[in-house]
């Protein structure tokens, strides 16, 4: 329903790279999420579940985008999946839960507030370099 909506305002988006890796990791995790729900139902435990439905979202978002990271750029690499597995966790808890502490301390003017918000960048920036650590190692 989306993407008639988005090509009914602006109809020739489909032709644009970001509308068409959107709609495709998109359809890639939909598509990893219901293998994914196929091998929970053996038994396991809820961290295996977890790990397994993490797995199964950052596979399935990579199978649905790299043909079109290919045609666009030429360049295909099996980093991603193993990639999004370490940096996304991290990413989140660097970036949204330590960040959004951090800016809300500095809101309310609270001392010390700009020295976390210099913590999280510097997190941020080895969370960068570790993934362009991996993409060196692997490609």
Not at 54 to 71: D, E, M, N, R
Not at 82 to 88: L, T
């Amino acid at each position: 329903l989306s993407i008639l909506l988005v090509v009914s305002v602006w109809p020739g988006v489909w032709l644009e790279m970001g509308f068409q890796l959107t709609f495709a990791a998109l359809a890639g995790i939909f598509a990893g999420l219901s293998l994914g729900a196929n091998l929970i139902q053996i038994e396991t435990t809820p961290a295996m579940v977890k790990f397994i439905n993490l797995c199964s979202v950052c596979t399935g978002a990579w199978i649905g985008t790299a043909p079109i990271i290919y045609f666009w750029t030429g360049f295909f690499s099996f980093l991603p999946p193993f990639a999004n597995i370490i940096v996304s966790p991290l990413f989140s808890i660097v970036c949204i839960a330590f960040g959004s502490f951090s800016l809300l301390l500095h809101f309310f003017d609270v001392p010390g507030a700009s020295i976390l918000l210099n913590i999280c960048l510097f997190a941020t920036d080895i969370v960068i370099f570790l993934v362009r650590f991996l993409e060196r190692m692997f490609s």
